[in-house]
């Protein structure tokens, strides 16, 4: 209780430092992506599916007398189960380029994970829910609601470079079977430079999450780290990422602990209105019952393609394909390909 008593304190009078204005300023945005989904998994039949992606967004920020901003935003999600996404915290942007988020302010090192050209389409193929490989650069992070997020002004140290730092406290949640976050620390950085006619992104991070369980202690706690590169000649790009390192998992797999790595690379090129992406991701995992020391191999490679032509301003025309193989607990696993194609409104 007395964390958050001196967390709920320094917030107050943070934002209370000077004085706003009676009406903050907002700003909206958002997106309408709908398209028809053709799945083709090996061993049963082929389907298809519409698919929806509907998001509307409202961000608030002032600034007050001191030249500090302060903003949040809140998301409302149509055609969702979901009521909403009620998770935002604040920001507070300084005079010097720096930037703090308080409550939910999630973790520094997903932070800073490159970008990796992939299909643009919302295509996927469903593999076993005990397949624990994955093909993500950031999934060995994890922060509680209780947190915050320091991010440096640009140049910090050395020109091209910013960083971040992370922390957060037990959640607050009731402890259970399911594993919950008790602490994490997290730092990441990128850093911008020039080679040649190619501007060069490099992106790292580590993460350290402390969590429990009832019943079973976890011999690993999440974390891990992911270094990435991503290389920018005219309209092309090229990017490649690797991650390492531990998960606990949940929902179905809340009894399993895993250690794992994944390898990923694309290329994204824009000629005109239309842009090209093609990529590939491999994970690797051996995944084991939490407390126990031996486990079997997961395994997911995805390779993903698509075309995505700008209609008009704002309307983007997308085909997508992808294709999964897999193998959970050493054998062959629910895998296939997948097609799409639709539409992406933005505003």
């Known amino acids: 209780m007395k964390k958050?008593?001196?967390?709920?304190?320094?917030?107050?009078?943070?934002?209370?430092?000077?004085?706003?204005?009676e009406a903050v300023t907002a700003t909206m945005s958002g997106n309408h992506q709908t398209g028809i989904e053709f799945d083709s998994p090996n061993g049963s039949a082929d389907?298809?599916?519409?698919t929806q992606d509907n998001n509307f967004t409202v961000s608030l920020s002032e600034t007050t007398d001191g030249g500090m901003t302060i903003s949040s935003s809140f998301m409302l999600m149509n055609e969702n189960a979901a009521a909403g996404d009620t998770d935002a915290g604040f920001t507070l942007a300084f005079t010097d380029g720096s930037k703090l988020d308080v409550i939910n302010a999630g973790n520094a090192s997903g932070s800073h994970d490159i970008s990796v050209p992939g299909s643009a389409g919302a295509e996927g193929v469903t593999t076993a829910t005990t397949n624990a490989a994955e093909t993500g650069l950031d999934w060995m992070t994890g922060a509680s609601k209780q947190g915050i997020e320091y991010h440096t002004a640009a140049d910090f140290l050395a020109d091209g470079l910013?960083?971040?730092?992370?922390?957060?406290?037990?959640?607050g949640e009731a402890a259970g079977t399911t594993y919950r976050i008790d602490s994490h620390v997290a730092i990441g950085a990128t850093y911008v430079t020039d080679l040649g006619d190619s501007a060069v992104?490099?992106?790292?991070?580590?993460?350290?999450?402390?969590?429990?369980k009832t019943n079973t202690a976890?011999?690993?706690?999440?974390?891990?780290?992911?270094?990435?590169?991503?290389?920018?000649?005219?309209?092309?790009?090229?990017?490649?990422?690797?991650?390492?390192?531990?998960?606990?998992?949940?929902?179905?797999?809340s009894s399993k602990e895993m250690t794992g790595d994944t390898v990923k690379a694309g290329i994204k090129y824009v000629s005109?209105?239309?842009?090209?992406?093609?990529?590939?991701?491999?994970?690797?995992?051996?995944?084991?019952?939490?407390?126990?020391?031996?486990?079997?191999?997961?395994?997911?490679?995805?390779?993903?393609?698509?075309?995505?032509?700008?209609?008009?301003?704002?309307?983007?025309?997308?085909?997508?394909?992808?294709?999964?193989?897999?193998?959970?607990?050493?054998?062959?696993?629910?895998?296939g390909s997948a097609w799409y194609i639709g539409a992406n409104m933005a505003f």
């Open 47 to 50: 389907t298809n599916a519409q």
């Open 4 to 21: 958050e008593l001196l967390m709920g304190t320094a917030l107050v009078s943070t934002l209370g430092a000077a004085s706003v204005a």
């Open 162 to 171: 910013k960083m971040s730092f992370s922390a957060s406290t037990d959640g």
């Open 201 to 212: 992104t490099i992106g790292a991070g580590f993460s350290e999450v402390e969590g429990s």
């Open 272 to 335: 005109g209105d239309l842009t090209f992406n093609v990529g590939v991701a491999s994970g690797e995992a051996t995944d084991l019952t939490v407390g126990s020391v031996s486990g079997s191999s997961d395994a997911k490679d995805v390779t993903s393609a698509s075309v995505s032509y700008a209609v008009a301003s704002g309307v983007t025309a997308i085909l997508g394909y992808t294709t999964v193989e897999a193998s959970d607990e050493g054998a062959s696993s629910t895998d």
């Open 218 to 253: 976890p011999s690993n706690d999440t974390g891990g780290f992911h270094v990435g590169l991503s290389a920018v000649t005219g309209d092309l790009t090229v990017a490649v990422g690797f991650a390492d390192g531990n998960k606990v998992g949940t929902g179905v797999e």
